[in-house]
């Protein structure tokens, strides 16, 4: 059977389709165009071949807030990940990166424990928790992917991996419908919860955890890689898994990204880090259930059981100062809770209101707190996400804040669209004078707001 090859012109019109602007669509053509070269190393030119776009996550506010079942904004940039797949009759991933040649062969089995290296842990993690969660023999994929995303820089690289890796798995294996699980997993917010757990390891909704790629984080990511809408801004609620109805870009204003060229990986060396924040809001929930003497799942869920829990938290925490419980002093605890508290409570109700209204200098100042809050109490900026931040203030973007995991990564800048020339030659000119060792690894570059994850359906 021959197959017929899409043309590039075909796939840049299904990307414009489902929401990439014209110039972005033919730059991520030509890459799906170099995958489906790279695919036909491993599956040959007459197999089936299905396309998947997977874009980069910009956390607009909501830091460390999703695995405390807080509220993040969030949205996908015009950059990612382009998948090509073709399905296998066997249990084995065939995997190749198109950009560097580099190739991994797993298999989708729950016994797979063997330790993988680089970018291949991420699709290990999606096979292992698969063949764990649905009965029966599963079929692998032979499968290339390429990126135009900066790697462990901030914008979800690795949960791109993530999502890419099920979605594909999916479509080689239909019998996911047809099971209690794969029902659930039709829901996108549903999905990007259980792809949340199947990253950090955690058990979701009475499956059995698992070793997961090593970080303990939540599905912020995931989610806004499933779930986010064309051109806009949507503010997402991880307790109760629902989001509100996004918040369009107006047209004269522009995100400008730098990635500050301070690598940030989470399943290197910044794990521990990254896992210490994670780690601090876990022992704020464990001195509560042992301070009132019953369980709560997460911060919020102590937070919705009475808003009143948290000021208690605060005097009970305040008491122990820098005394350590449950393996952290009472000041490292209480800042954790605070920052919590005014993130997820306080400032993304009040941007989603100043967004709402068009109010900029409003978002500004808020952005502004949600910075020092990240600096002061989370403890995970490193000088040069500092100096992004306040050097695109003082350049008059109208706000700006890093974003992701922290100890390194990016920074976005909300500007208006007619100074987005100059303030794009600014920014990088000021940032390399202060950090001129960081010249070839940082980068900047503006982009629209993208639309969520797809299957390209290409004549």
């Not at 015009?78 to 990166?97: K, M, N, Q, T, W």
């Not at 989470?266 to 994670?278: E, F, I, Q, R």
């Not at 920052?339 to 709402?356: G, V």
Request: proline share 6%; net charge neutral; hydrophobic share 45%.
């Amino acid at each position: 059977m021959t197959v017929v090859v899409p043309t590039v012109g075909s796939v840049r019109d299904s990307l414009e389709s489902i929401g990439l602007s014209p110039g972005a669509a033919a730059a991520k053509a030509k890459l799906f165009s170099a995958a489906a070269t790279a695919l036909t190393s491993l599956a040959g030119p007459h197999k089936p071949v299905s396309r998947w776009w997977v874009p980069g996550r910009i956390e607009f506010l909501g830091k460390h807030t999703d695995y405390c079942a807080g509220r993040s904004i969030l949205a996908v940039v015009e950059r990612g990940v382009c998948f090509c797949s073709s399905p296998r009759a066997d249990a084995r991933l065939r995997i190749v990166d198109a950009a560097s040649g580099e190739s991994a062969d797993l298999p989708v089995s729950a016994q797979n424990t063997a330790p993988v290296q680089n970018w291949a842990v991420y699709p290990a993690a999606v096979g292992r928790r698969l063949a764990a969660v649905f009965p029966g023999p599963l079929c692998g994929a032979d499968v290339s992917f390429i990126s135009d995303l900066p790697p462990a820089a901030g914008l979800s690289s690795s949960s791109c991996l993530i999502v890419g890796f099920f979605l594909l798995l999916a479509k080689s294996n239909d019998q996911f419908a047809n099971t209690a699980h794969g029902h659930k997993l039709l829901d996108r917010l549903a999905l990007g919860e259980f792809l949340g757990a199947v990253e950090s390891g955690r058990a979701w909704r009475g499956l059995a955890s698992d070793a997961g790629v090593g970080t303990h984080g939540g599905s912020q990511d995931q989610t806004a890689i499933l779930c986010s809408t064309p051109g806009s801004l949507t503010a997402f609620d991880f307790f109760e898994a629902g989001s509100r109805p996004p918040v369009k870009l107006p047209p004269e204003l522009t995100l400008v990204i730098a990635t500050s060229g301070v690598v940030a990986r989470k399943t290197g060396p910044a794990m521990a880090a990254y896992n210490h924040v994670s780690q601090r809001a876990a022992a704020c929930l464990a001195y509560w259930r042992d301070l009132v003497g019953h369980p709560g799942d997460c911060l919020e869920a102590m937070f919705r059981a009475d808003p009143q829990n948290f000021p208690r938290l605060r005097s009970a925490l305040q008491a122990h100062g820098p005394e350590l419980i449950v393996g952290f002093s009472g000041t490292d605890l209480l800042q954790r809770v605070d920052q919590f508290d005014a993130e997820s409570h306080r400032l993304i109700p009040a941007a989603i209101a100043a967004m709402t209204a068009r109010r900029w200098t409003d978002l500004g100042a808020i952005a502004d707190q949600s910075q020092q809050l990240a600096h002061t109490c989370l403890h995970n900026q490193v000088p040069q996400t500092c100096r992004l931040v306040a050097t695109a203030r003082d350049l008059g973007a109208l706000a700006a804040s890093a974003f992701g995991a922290g100890f390194g990564g990016a920074v976005w800048a909300l500007v208006e669209t007619s100074r987005t020339a100059n303030f794009l030659t600014a920014w990088p000119s000021t940032y390399r004078r202060e950090f001129p060792g960081l010249q070839a690894s940082a980068g900047f570059f503006q982009t629209a707001l993208g639309p969520a994850a797809a299957e390209l359906i290409c004549g």
